[in-house]
């Protein structure tokens, strides 16, 4: 069975730095892999997906993720946050033919910004 | 111009009541989902509809009916509500292809007394 590892419950950063939340995913096939993004008490909001292709792929809000095979990871990476970019992000595989039927999701890293 | 909304917003309710939750999306998606979200912000899949038809139940308790009208609406009715049902309901909906992201709604914030 498929799943996904965060294994960073919770990140703090300050404002102008880099970010790099890991993602650890298991599954038999080709995976499919997404980040969402929940602000509070909102719903979730696509960051940025993986079908194909390169495996460097850029999303909105100027984040990028990695696909790295031989590591089975997929880490969210932005060169500099902004207090906005506080919240809770979710890394998630998608599974069945067409790959976004099914999402199972990690357990999240909450991100938090420091002035 | 919601793209996907869920009704109620909040509901607070007592054990044994019975409630439903009400999903619409106005984008032309094919698929909607149902997900609950526990208090440790833990996501997991509950049903999932395409065109009316169910193609992913799981371990839900029987407790749980869903029921899509059209490919517009998907509602979940709970019967008997427990304590652990507390939680935020998520649903959400898609293309059944290979390019659709899920689109979530904003949560329906369950609370059992």
């Known amino acids: 069975a498929q799943s996904v590892t965060q294994p960073d419950i919770h990140i703090t950063v300050s404002e102008g730095a880099s970010l790099e939340l890991r993602c650890n995913y298991s599954?038999?096939?080709?995976?499919?892999l997404f980040w969402y993004v929940q602000s509070p008490g909102q719903g979730l909001q696509l960051l940025l997906k993986y079908f194909s292709g390169d495996t460097l792929v850029q999303g909105i809000k100027g984040f990028e993720a990695e696909f790295k095979r031989s590591q089975s990871s997929f880490n969210l990476r932005k060169p500099s946050v902004h207090w906005s970019d506080a919240a809770e992000y979710f890394c998630?595989?998608?599974?069945?033919?067409?790959?976004?039927?099914?999402?199972?999701f990690g357990t999240g890293t909450r991100l938090t910004i420091i002035p | 111009d919601t793209a996907v909304s869920q009704t109620p917003k909040y509901l607070v309710t007592q054990m044994g009541n019975d409630k439903s939750i009400k999903c619409e999306q106005n984008?032309?998606?094919?698929?909607m989902y149902w997900y609950k979200q526990d208090s440790k912000k833990f996501l997991k899949i509950m049903f999932s509809y395409n065109n009316k038809e169910l193609i992913i139940n799981e371990t839900v308790p029987n407790r749980f009916s869903p029921k899509s009208p059209d490919k517009a609406h998907l509602n979940l009715h709970i019967n008997s509500l427990e304590l652990g049902d507390s939680a935020v309901y998520f649903c959400?909906?898609?293309?059944?292809?290979?390019?659709?992201?899920?689109?979530f709604g904003p949560g329906t914030r369950l609370t059992v007394t």
């Open positions: 984008l032309g998606h094919d698929t």
């Open positions: 599954y038999g096939a080709t995976p499919y």
């Open positions: 998630a595989v998608g599974t069945s033919n067409f790959g976004n039927e099914k999402l199972t």
């Open positions: 959400a909906s898609s293309l059944r292809d290979r390019s659709g992201e899920q689109y």
